[in-house]
């Protein structure tokens, strides 16, 4: 068995093409100014007709591999969070694994929506603490602007494509200390993706209440259960979704607006991608120091949720 489980890199990709808030006010009846408001969004990237979420997945690994200084043939397993994937079958993350021609490692997709990462991370975890593999790659990622209807202002201002990686590690000191998942499918209906319509349905303020309050909880849980006091909480990367979300839960833990990390207003909501993405922004720049204490929180449709705290 392995004691501890440390993130070694992180990595990310960003599509080209950018939509502004601006741009949409000619598409459907909203405002850069109501985006704003409501949601701290101001653009985010559109993938290609032809570009996958695997082709995103693929960008973002490189880069988390290059980071790591690690054979890529090391590798013991990819956990790859989507819900958008490029086929029905054969997962994303085994098409991954052939695009980064991985040999010794298996793989598989994990869908909890934009809770995914979080999810990964946490089996991942589990896979390493086993002694099973040394290293494994964890990626979350998305081409989410496939599933909007363009028409439909409710949604279609919200969400923004990108991919994030990580790659983890079995280590002699702490690493990851905690995580903990969960859901609830009676919340299914609240946000959706119906076989029939293929589009993004959402009951906003209920999603909007219900996310506030279960990650409001599930912040104070994890702190709690591992005996943390609030102010030794360096960071929070959030799932970015909304602004106020994120600054509504930040109140309710008593963290200040400089210790989290917000991308929303130049990603948008990029589901299971959008913690890795934050993570490496922050994580490029050189933000966290060795020993900060990090938490990382998502909430998805299901419901589903989870929080990850580690010691950087
Ligand atoms: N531009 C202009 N007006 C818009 C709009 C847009 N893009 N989208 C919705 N509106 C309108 C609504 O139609 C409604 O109009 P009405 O009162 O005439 O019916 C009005 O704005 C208020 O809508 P409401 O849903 O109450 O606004 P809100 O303050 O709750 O904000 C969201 C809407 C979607 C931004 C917010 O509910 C939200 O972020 N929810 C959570 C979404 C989320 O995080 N989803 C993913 C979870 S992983």
Known sequence: ???????????????????????????????????????????????????????????????AIAKSNINKNDIGAIFLATCTPERKFPSSAVLLQNKL?????FSFDINAACTGFVYAL??????????????????????????????????????????????????????????????DGSYKDLLTVNTDLEYIEMKGSDVFKTAVNTLGKLAKHTLEINSIEQGELDWLVPHQANERIILAIAKKINLSKDKIIITVSKHGNTSAASIPLAFDTA????????????????????????SVLMKY
């Not at 021609?101 to 490692?105: E, L, P, R, V």
């Open 1 to 63: 068995m392995t004691k501890y489980v440390k993130i070694i890199s992180s990595g990310s990709y960003l599509p080209k093409n950018i939509l502004t808030n601006k741009e949409l006010e000619s598409r459907v009846d909203t405002s850069d100014e109501w985006i704003t408001e409501r949601t701290g969004i101001k653009e985010r990237r559109v993938a290609d007709e032809n570009e996958t979420s695997v082709d995103l997945a693929y960008k973002a690994s490189l880069d």
């Open 101 to 105: 021609n991985i040999k010794n490692a």
């Open 122 to 183: 946490d089996v991942a975890k589990k896979y390493i603490e086993s002694g099973q593999m040394k290293y494994a790659l964890v990626v979350g990622t998305e081409k989410i602007t496939s599933l909007l209807d363009w028409t439909d202002r409710n949604t279609c201002v919200l969400f923004g494509d990108g991919a994030g990686a990580m790659i983890i590690a079995a280590s002699d000191e702490p690493g990851i200390i905690s995580s903990t998942i969960g859901s």
């Open 283 to 306: 994580n490029s720049k050189n933000t966290f120091k060795s020993g900060d204490m990090i938490m990382l929180e998502a909430f998805g449709a299901g419901f589903t949720w989870g």
